[in-house]
Nanobody
């Protein structure tokens, strides 16, 4: 599966952005989808994930209550709605796909086999 992330940009603190990730290929619903981010000089970190059916979602503590992950299986897309953005949210955001039938936590990047190219999110103070 190929992934294409979009929607990043420059926003002031307190603002909102919505990231999109379009997937190619069939059986999109067989993949759990995740969003990760990497700030300069830091390791890539988990942000949010959603199961293939969309029934379950997972969030990093740092974004709970501010970010919402969702997916539209007929459109083979997943989204990350980001509200109340903070300067510390500045990073390159990546979407990733995890084969759901395989075991492994949604929280770890190593469990995701497919990655998009990243989209820059910059939050100014």
């Amino acid at each position: 599966v190929q992934l294409q992330a979009s929607g990043g940009g420059l926003v002031q603190a307190g603002g909102s952005l919505k990231l999109s990730c379009a997937a190619s290929g069939r059986t999109f619903s067989s993949y759990g989808m995740g969003w990760f981010r990497q700030a300069p000089g830091k390791e890539r970190e988990f942000v949010a994930a959603v199961t293939g059916s969309g029934a379950s979602t997972y969030y990093a503590d740092s974004v709970k209550g501010r970010f919402t992950i969702s997916r539209d299986n007929p459109k083979s897309s997943t989204y990350l709605q980001m509200n109340s953005l903070k300067p510390e949210d500045t990073a390159v955001y990546y979407c990733a796909a995890k084969t759901e039938r395989l075991s492994g936590s949604y929280f770890y990047a190593a469990n995701y086999a497919y990655w998009g190219q990243g989209t820059q999110v910059t939050v100014s103070s």
